[in-house]
């Protein structure tokens, strides 16, 4: 089992930037492949980036490659979205998730077993 918890959302200008951290519980944080979702009001909720294990590969949604990039510092059992060059659009509350033993971290959420509260960001224009 692991709890996750996030932080760092708030109230940003367009084209401004934000660092969202999401802190795991438990001792085998390191065998997590961990994502990144978002949920805007009324719409359902989507996958924004997802980092394997060890960090070795990472994955975003088309609507956030190059503005957005995931790590993970496994010795502080912490995953980290630095958000760049935001939006109004990136306007949602936005999930950390956790599932264990995966190779490829995954992109759908069913796929993932353990969430986060969320935390929201707001973009205004």
């Known amino acids: 089992q692991v709890q996750l918890v996030e932080s760092g959302g708030g109230l940003v200008q367009a084209g401004g930037s934000l660092r969202l951290s999401c802190a795991a519980s438990g001792r085998t944080f390191s065998s997590y492949a961990m994502g990144w979702f978002r949920q805007a009001p009324g719409k359902e909720r989507e996958f924004v980036a997802a980092i394997s294990w060890n960090g070795g590969n990472t994955y975003y949604a088309d609507s956030v490659k190059g503005r957005f990039t995931i790590s993970r510092d496994n010795a502080k059992n912490t995953v980290y979205l630095r958000m760049n060059s935001l939006k109004p659009e990136d306007t949602a509350v936005y999930y950390c998730?956790?599932?264990?033993?995966?190779?490829?971290?995954?992109?759908?959420?069913?796929?993932?077993?353990?969430w986060g509260q969320g935390t929201q960001v707001t973009v205004s224009s």
């Open positions: 998730a956790a599932v264990q033993m995966r190779v490829v971290a995954p992109t759908r959420s069913y796929e993932y077993d353990y």
